[in-house]
């Protein structure tokens, strides 16, 4: 069982900054990546950025120039720094990664695990 818990969101002015932080815990063999995806109300779920463990990123177009994804491997952490917000960044951001994990039988299973989401606001 794996979990994922978001920290860091909440309602911030244009310009402001935010640092959204996810945690994995539990029978954690394995990270090949961690990131964020958003979701904004009547839109589909967009890519935000998403990270490798060897630290290899990759940025969703809205995401370039403003927003900075990192990882700390040791506490299996993503971090995500939004910097220069604007109010259409306003979603639901949700934490994802791809974790193999390690069955009572020994086997090894990879699969995607999703967080609950927590609210960024940008509005003044």
């Known amino acids: 069982q794996v979990h994922l818990v978001e920290s860091g969101g909440g309602l911030v002015q244009p310009g402001g900054s935010l640092r959204l932080s996810c945690a994995a815990s539990?029978?954690?063999?394995?990270?090949?990546?961690m990131g964020w995806y958003r979701q904004a109300p009547g839109k589909e779920r967009e890519l935000v950025a998403v990270?490798?463990?060897?630290?290899?990123?990759n940025y969703g177009d809205a995401a370039k120039g403003r927003f900075t994804i990192s990882m700390d491997n040791a506490k299996n952490t993503v971090y995500l720094q939004m910097n220069y917000l604007k109010p259409e960044d306003t979603a639901v951001y949700y934490c994802?990664?791809?974790?193999?994990?390690?069955?009572?039988?020994?086997?090894?299973?990879?699969?995607?695990?999703w967080g609950q989401g927590t609210q960024v606001n940008v509005s003044s």
């Open positions: 994802s990664a791809k974790i193999t994990t390690v069955q009572g039988t020994g086997a090894h299973l990879t699969f995607d695990y």
């Open positions: 539990g029978s954690i063999f394995s990270i090949y990546t």
């Open positions: 990270i490798s463990s060897g630290g290899s990123t």
